[in-house]
């Protein structure tokens, strides 16, 4: 078996297999819990809470050899970042309330200062003569080599909280999101929600630390949600599709990393995301490239058509090699230009449905309904057949249609 | 209950009212003040809107209209001043309560669908945890049938057409079956068709006693539809029915040079042929 089926299928090792599952639920809480983030339209605030996470994990250390433990305890790092993320956090919300400053520019002061802060710390630390301070770096880019099953029981544990609080809190979330004004006025604490939304976001990014890293885990909070957009027209269904857009981008890139020797797990996770975001950009059936440029093609070849045919049907000449191209591959013009019968009873019809949009337009009361003319909308889509058959009545007489070539 | 005396201009400097708010006001607001940095939006307003009736608030652009709205549902902060709902305190009469926000103020391409939208209106009913079952959505369907849009309830919101988002957001706020309905500049950039379906929609809840208060701009049709006016130009100008208020003297005082004068005769002539 090759290495990456073996990977995928959890046979290549229990630490390999610890990490799939880790990765896979790490993703699946991230994406779910960063949906509103993104609907919020607050996705980079969430990249300064991530880095606001190093000088607490620093501190953390330290506090931890200080009161003569190891200072590589998980749980007590966790706690560390956690505090000085909101520390972080807190700035920011302060910042862009209580000056000038625009939130973009509270975020990139937050996320610098806390950052360079942080790697003042670390390398205080690495010239510290007591503690183990191997492996404190690897918070920045994540890892998996020593994943212990506490490890993962962590990720479980708290993305499996962070999904419930999304799940609970998607109502609000979703008012908050969609129409603060609205939101406000109708009894919800707007504040309350940005906050618990926050927490959400700094909970998985916490847990997500050792992992994946502070640097990349905010695309594993981000792209999900964003590939999932493309798929959904529901905000609660955008939630699950992010979740399992995250969840197969963890395990998967897990797996990959684990095939072969020295790829980054955090790197490789993000990348498998990013792969599914482009595939979604380029061929969702809605939202995707591919389909608004096949929607333009259709688009513009039944405009042709119709000019085309109107052309026709007033006995002028077509010129344009487009028009000809599509007029000719529906075998209504030959190859010189002379319309066929096809395309001779085709402009007849069409010219009569303008003189039939005519009288609509001078009789029928409804502007609702004659205010849909567009060129291309067949009438028949518009009017009942007793009103065409009407509007016939006052045309009268056959098709008065110059069908005659001739210029 | 009765309205006050027209208040006039000369009595703009008052600070504060300290009347309490009659008990049957759907909405009593007094000394309100806002502020954007150091400069006042709304400057110590009183006003009391009358049960029954449909108000409007006029005034020139920037004058604090769609602000004293906000900042009386608390969706702004205030910097002073009292809020009461139907004699209670606001904050313990939210459910009574129905507001139709100004139709720029959120983003269309949120992925939800137009009946999902109306049904935002009942998530206060419904809770936080318990499922939206049949009856919500008959519920909701109910409402987008009184505006005229059933036949596009599971259309994306970002599909419809200004008129249209008008109607959604006023079917998600006649979900909530309140008592008082607020709503900011509803026929702002709306086709004729939909002002119609509107207006009907609000003689409609005149008609059921609920009371409604509009942000309104258009001063020719503030006689054909509302019976009150309340003039502000950050400061309370005046307020009282059409009749007593919507007087040429009031306007002039709210929108300073910025109408014409014959402008303002025009708008106040057929009413005071009528009285």
């Given amino acids: 078996m090759n290495p990456l089926a073996e990977a995928l299928l959890l046979q290549?090792?229990?630490?390999?297999?610890?990490?799939?599952?880790?990765?896979?639920?790490?993703?699946?809480?991230?994406?779910?819990?960063?949906?509103?983030?993104?609907?919020?339209?607050?996705?980079?605030?969430?990249?300064?809470?991530?880095?606001?996470?190093?000088?607490?994990?620093?501190?953390?250390?330290?506090?931890?050899?200080?009161?003569?433990?190891?200072?590589?305890?998980?749980?007590?790092?966790?706690?560390?970042?956690?505090?000085?993320?909101?520390?972080?956090?807190?700035?920011v919300q302060w910042m862009t309330r209580t000056t000038r400053l625009s939130e973009d520019a509270a975020i990139g002061a937050v996320l610098s200062v806390f950052f360079g802060l942080g790697i003042v710390i670390l390398t205080v630390i690495q010239t510290m003569s007591s503690g183990r301070q191997a492996g404190l770096e690897s918070f920045l880019l994540g890892s998996t080599a020593g994943m212990l099953f506490n490890d993962a029981l962590i990720i479980a544990i708290g993305g499996s909280l962070a999904v419930i609080a999304t799940w609970l809190l998607r109502r609000p979330m979703t008012l908050v999101s969609f129409d603060p004004d609205y939101a406000a006025a109708s009894g919800t604490n707007v504040d309350r929600i940005d906050l618990a939304m926050m927490g959400l976001v700094m909970a998985v990014t916490v847990i997500g630390l050792k992992l994946v890293g502070l640097i990349l885990i905010i695309a594993l909070l981000i792209i999900p949600p964003v590939t999932a957009r493309f798929w959904t027209e529901r905000s609660d269904h955008v939630i699950w599709w992010a979740g399992i857009f995250g969840g197969v981008s963890g395990y998967v890139g897990a797996a990959i990393s684990a095939s072969a020797p020295a790829l980054p797990t955090g790197a490789i996770i993000?990348?498998?995301?990013?792969?599914?975001?482009?595939?979604?950009?380029?061929?969702?059936?809605?939202?995707?490239?591919?389909a608004a440029?096949?929607?333009?093609?259709?688009?513009?070849?039944?405009?042709?058509?119709?000019?085309?045919?109107?052309?026709?049907?007033?006995?002028?000449?077509?010129?344009?090699?487009?028009?000809?191209?599509?007029?000719?591959?529906?075998?209504?013009?030959?190859?010189?230009?002379?319309?066929?019968d096809a395309g001779r009873a085709q402009a007849a019809k069409i010219a009569r449905d303008e003189r039939r949009w005519d009288v609509a337009r001078q009789i029928?009361?409804?502007?609702?309904?004659?205010?849909?003319?567009?060129?291309?909308?067949?009438?028949?889509?518009?009017?009942?057949?007793?009103?065409?058959?009407?509007?016939?009545?006052?045309?009268?007489?056959?098709?008065?249609?110059?069908?005659?070539?001739?210029? | 209950m009765k309205q006050a005396a027209i208040t006039l201009a000369a009595d703009r400097g008052r600070v504060h009212s300290p009347a309490?708010?009659?008990?049957?006001?759907?909405?009593?607001?007094?000394?309100?003040?806002?502020?954007y940095g150091d400069k006042p939006a709304v400057f110590s307003v009183d006003a009391t809107f009358a049960p029954e009736a449909m108000t409007a608030i006029i005034g020139p652009?920037?004058?604090?209209?769609?602000?004293?709205?906000?900042?009386?549902?608390?969706?702004?902060?205030?910097?002073?001043?009292?809020?009461?709902?139907?004699?209670?305190?606001?904050?313990?009469?939210?459910?009574?309560?129905?507001?139709?926000?100004?139709?720029?103020?959120?983003?269309?391409?949120?992925?939800?669908?137009?009946?999902?939208?109306?049904?935002?209106?009942?998530?206060?009913?419904?809770?936080?945890?318990?499922?939206?079952?049949?009856?919500?959505?008959?519920?909701?369907?109910?409402?987008?049938?009184?505006?005229?849009?059933?036949?596009?309830?599971?259309?994306?919101i970002g599909q419809l057409s200004g008129g249209q988002q008008q109607r959604v957001f006023l079917a998600r706020a006649l979900a909530q079956d309140a008592d008082l309905y607020l709503l900011d500049e509803p026929f702002a950039g709306v086709d004729a068709a939909t002002e119609r379906a509107i207006i009907d929609?609000?003689?409609?809840?005149?008609?059921?006693?609920?009371?409604?208060?509009?942000?309104?701009?258009?001063?020719?049709?503030?006689?054909?539809?509302?019976?009150?006016?309340?003039?502000?130009?950050?400061?309370?100008?005046?307020?009282?029915?059409?009749?007593?208020?919507f007087t040429s003297e009031n306007l002039q005082a709210t929108y300073g040079g910025r109408l014409a004068t014959g402008h303002i005769d025009q708008l106040s002539l057929p009413g005071q042929q009528v009285s």
């Avoid at chain 1, 980079?44 to 003569?68: E, K, N, Q, Y």
């Avoid at chain 1, 026709?312 to 487009?322: K, T, Y």
């Avoid at chain 1, 075998?331 to 066929?340: E, F, K, Q, W």
Wanted: aromatic residues 6%; hydrophobic residues 50%; proline residues 5%.
């Fill in chain 1, 12 to 91: 290549a090792g229990y630490n390999a297999a610890l990490v799939g599952i880790g990765a896979g639920l790490l993703g699946f809480a991230a994406g779910a819990a960063g949906t509103f983030l993104f609907l919020r339209k607050r996705a980079l605030v969430s990249d300064a809470v991530a880095h606001a996470t190093l000088p607490g994990v620093g501190l953390a250390f330290i506090v931890m050899v200080m009161a003569g433990g190891d200072g590589r305890n998980l749980l007590g790092l966790l706690a560390g970042s956690a505090v000085s993320a909101w520390v972080g956090l807190w700035l």
């Fill in chain 1, 270 to 290: 993000v990348l498998v995301a990013a792969g599914l975001f482009g595939l979604s950009l380029l061929f969702a059936p809605a939202r995707g490239v591919a």
């Fill in chain 1, 293 to 340: 440029v096949l929607r333009h093609r259709r688009f513009q070849w039944r405009v042709h058509r119709r000019q085309g045919l109107l052309a026709m049907a007033r006995a002028e000449p077509i010129h344009d090699p487009f028009t000809l191209r599509v007029l000719g591959s529906e075998g209504l013009v030959r190859r010189d230009g002379v319309p066929t």
């Fill in chain 1, 364 to 407: 029928h009361l409804d502007a609702g309904l004659t205010g849909r003319y567009d060129g291309l909308t067949p009438i028949e889509q518009v009017f009942t057949p007793d009103e065409i058959a009407e509007f016939d009545a006052r045309i009268g007489g056959p098709a008065p249609v110059a069908t005659q070539g001739g210029h």
């Fill in chain 2, 20 to 35: 309490a708010p009659p008990e049957d006001s759907p909405l009593a607001i007094s000394g309100l003040t806002v502020s």
């Fill in chain 2, 61 to 156: 652009n920037g004058a604090g209209k769609s602000t004293l709205l906000k900042a009386s549902l608390g969706v702004i902060p205030r910097v002073s001043g009292e809020v009461t709902v139907f004699g209670r305190p606001i904050e313990r009469a939210r459910e009574r309560i129905a507001y139709v926000p100004q139709r720029a103020s959120v983003d269309w391409d949120f992925p939800t669908t137009v009946i999902d939208v109306v049904l935002m209106g009942l998530y206060r009913r419904i809770g936080l945890v318990r499922r939206i079952g049949r009856a919500n959505r008959d519920t909701a369907l109910e409402c987008l049938d009184r505006v005229g849009m059933a036949d596009f309830a599971h259309r994306q």
């Fill in chain 2, 201 to 245: 929609v609000l003689k409609a809840l005149k008609a059921q006693s609920r009371a409604v208060v509009c942000v309104h701009h258009d001063l020719a049709t503030v006689r054909a539809y509302f019976d009150h006016v309340f003039l502000i130009n950050v400061r309370r100008i005046a307020q009282g029915t059409v009749e007593e208020a």
